[in-house]
Structure formats: structure tokens, C-alpha cells
């Protein structure tokens, strides 16, 4: 800290999504009075919500999401059904809707039969809707550390939105002290993820460094951890110190997401070439008090059926040797250094992040210098 008089913290979560909605007011789960019958063939069940809406689940979808205790654990909320029992061809009637559960009667063609349920809310939450493209930041989202933590939740629920919507999200007035990083992740997301710098690790130049982070030089976009088959899903950057004599040092957001698209509409084969072919990330480094040698091959771009980014991973820095085929490494090549080329010069960085997503936002740290006069 004293060399280097910029030092940032860093730390990883992970988190699960709840089934609950969220919103300003805290969770709510909420049964809903809705209308439902089976259609002619006895091949679905139409729902029709309070609002209006309209949705149809088919009897074999049902069946495999029966609640009932044959079919699934009460305390764990585990299936227990032996879906090789289950056949497609079913037919169901129902007794209709009440206290937030729809009962429902299923008939094989072998004549078997059950009687089970399935909630109002299960239903709501598995309505099947089009994949919606996520909206892009025109400014770095912010809020303020004491925002957190009001009565009223609104700006927990903000922050919580801002992560969700846009990937990113610039936290001011946290308190500069020792792991207070960690202590305000425990206070939202309660687990820290451990990776092979442990839970918090600091970003300070050092002599002998176990990461390029650790030096003064710059570090171009990129990804950290990418190297495991799980990156964490969260990072968070805490400033503790930078100091007025410090010139360079950075922090720059990328949302990589418009310029994938990008990528796809101008350059539609040297999208499918980082969908297809396997970059090496790799950590090799056994000069240190414990070795590591990681490797994971994966594509840089993962998408879904209707081709939509679903996860990226960037990291040059930490890429090892290409293993392809001769004819798919002039290819990977070509759209390895256009996509680069798209990043540089892309108008949608974010100056200061210091949280962010790790699955579409990349990082910059800038090259700084130490002109602090020393201290004896």
C-alpha cells in the first residue's frame, strides 16, 4: 500500500434466483384467484388470470410438475416422481381452482391414473415469454452506500435492478476500511465466493507478482477467473486509497453485450466462429506459495435456441495456446481480432465501476504511475 498508493479490493459472489417476487415494498409471493378449465381433447389446461391474461399448460407438463407429496418431497421441494413411469400420451380433468392450488386428475392410455396439484403460483412463475433483449446503460448506474440500507428498501431494490437490467452498478460513500468490502457483500448477497486468491484479495503492486494486476501496467479488456468452468457471477471493486500523486490507474467498464450484437449483425460468420471454436484460458503458474494450473476450453460467445448472448468470456491476458483444426484457426483468428478491434473502439464504456457482472462486462485497468513522494 505504501509502495504503490493505489490499491483496490476485490472479491467474488455468487447468488440464487428467488421464486418470490421482489419489489419496493419487500418479497411477496401472492395466490391468485384465476379461471381455469381443460380444453376438449383433455390434452391442456387454460388458465385465465385476474388481469386478463391468458396461458395453456399441456397435461404432460403438469404431470411432471405435480406438487403433490407422491410426486415431490413437502420439507425439501424435491421431485421424488419416477419419470420413467410417466408417459406422454396423458389426458386430465380438473375440479377447477381454490386456496391457490389447481387440482387436476391425470389418465394414462394404460389406464394408470393420479390425483395431484399444482399452485396458482408455479403456474404464474413458469409462464413461457420470448427472450427480451436487455436494455443498454447510457450513463454508469449509481447509487449511495447509506441508500442500501433504509426502512423502506427502495434503494436496496434500485441497486438490486441496476445489477439485473444493466450488469453493473457504482456504489459511492462506502467506508474505506479493511474488509469492509466483504462485510457489505455478506449484508445483501450472504455468500462470498472463494476463488484461488481466497474470498478478498488486494490489487497492489508488488515485486514478485502471482498476477499481472498486481504491476502497474495496463490491463486491456478482460474478464477475471475465466479460466474456471464457473466464474463467479458477481466482482466487486472496493478504492481504499488513491492518492492525488498518482497519475493513470483507471477502472473502465465495458458492456460487451450491444457490441456482440454488433458483431452478429455486421459479421454474422465471425459470430458463429467464437460460438463455435474453443478459446484455452489458463492460470499456470507454480512459482508461488500454491501452484496452480488451470485450464478450461470454451467458446467466447454462449448463446441460446434463438442465438441471443447468454455469456461471454474475454480474457487475453490470460489465454492460453488455441487447440483447433488447421482450417478453424485462420477463421478464429480473423474474428478474435475484429470483435478486438469492435471493443476499442466502442462509445459504451463506464468510467469508476467498481461492480459489475461477470458474465457480459469487461474490465479495463489503465496503466498508472507512483509519484508520491517517499515517505522515511
Not at 381455469?36 to 388458465?47: C, D, I, Q, R
Not at 395431484?116 to 409462464?127: A, D, H, K, P, Y
Not at 460460438?275 to 507454480?286: C, D, G, N, R
Request: glycine share 6%.
Amino acid at each position: 500500500l505504501k509502495k504503490s498508493k493505489a490499491m483496490f479490493r476485490r472479491l467474488s459472489v455468487t447468488f440464487a434466483n428467488r421464486l418470490c417476487s421482489v419489489g419496493q415494498s419487500g418479497s411477496r409471493c401472492v395466490r391468485r384467484s384465476i379461471q381455469s378449465f381443460v380444453t376438449a381433447n383433455g390434452k391442456e389446461l387454460s388458465v385465465t388470470w385476474p388481469d386478463g391474461a391468458q396461458n395453456t399448460f399441456s397435461a404432460v407438463w403438469l404431470r411432471h410438475n405435480c406438487e403433490c407429496s407422491e410426486c415431490k418431497q413437502p420439507h425439501s421441494g424435491q421431485k421424488v416422481v419416477d419419470a420413467t413411469e410417466m408417459t406422454h400420451n396423458l389426458h386430465i380433468s380438473s375440479d377447477g381452482a381454490s386456496d391457490g392450488l389447481v387440482k387436476l386428475k391425470w389418465r394414462h392410455v394404460n389406464g394408470l391414473q393420479h390425483s395431484g396439484f399444482i399452485s396458482t403460483q408455479q403456474l404464474r412463475e413458469s409462464v413461457y415469454t420470448e427472450p427480451q433483449d436487455p436494455p443498454v446503460a447510457t450513463a454508469l448506474p449509481h447509487i449511495t452506500h447509506n441508500d442500501l440500507y433504509t426502512e423502506s428498501k427502495h434503494g436496496l431494490w434500485s441497486f438490486l435492478k441496476y445489477l439485473n437490467d444493466y450488469g453493473m452498478c457504482l456504489v459511492s460513500g462506502v467506508p474505506a476500511r479493511e474488509q469492509e468490502v466483504k462485510k457489505f457483500t455478506e449484508s445483501i448477497f450472504e455468500h462470498v465466493q472463494t476463488t484461488i486468491y481466497g474470498e478478498v484479495f488486494d490489487v497492489v503492486s508488488t515485486p514478485k507478482p502471482i498476477n499481472i494486476a498486481y504491476t502497474p501496467v495496463k490491463l486491456d479488456l478482460h474478464m477475471d477467473l475465466a479460466y474456471y468452468e464457473s466464474p463467479p457471477g458477481l466482482q466487486l471493486l472496493h478504492c481504499l486509497k488513491f492518492d492525488d500523486c498518482v497519475t493513470g490507474g483507471e477502472s473502465i467498464l465495458l458492456d460487451t453485450l450491444p457490441v456482440l450484437e454488433e458483431l452478429k449483425r455486421k459479421y454474422s460468420t465471425y459470430f458463429d466462429t467464437l460460438v463455435s471454436i474453443p478459446a484455452t484460458f489458463q492460470k499456470i503458474h507454480y512459482e508461488r506459495q500454491n501452484p496452480i494450473h488451470m485450464v478450461y476450453r470454451r467458446p467466447h460467445i454462449a448463446v441460446n435456441r434463438h442465438r441471443k448472448v447468454i455469456g461471454f468470456f474475454w480474457a487475453p491476458v490470460f489465454e492460453g495456446p488455441l487447440v483447433a483444426s488447421k482450417e478453424d484457426v485462420g477463421k478464429y483468428y480473423e474474428a478474435y481480432c475484429c470483435l478486438s478491434k469492435l471493443f476499442q473502439t466502442s462509445t459504451l464504456k463506464s468510467w469508476l465501476g467498481r461492480m459489475f457482472s461477470c458474465n457480459t462486462e469487461t474490465h479495463v485497468m489503465a496503466l498508472y504511475h507512483n509519484i508520491c513522494p517517499q515517505k522515511t
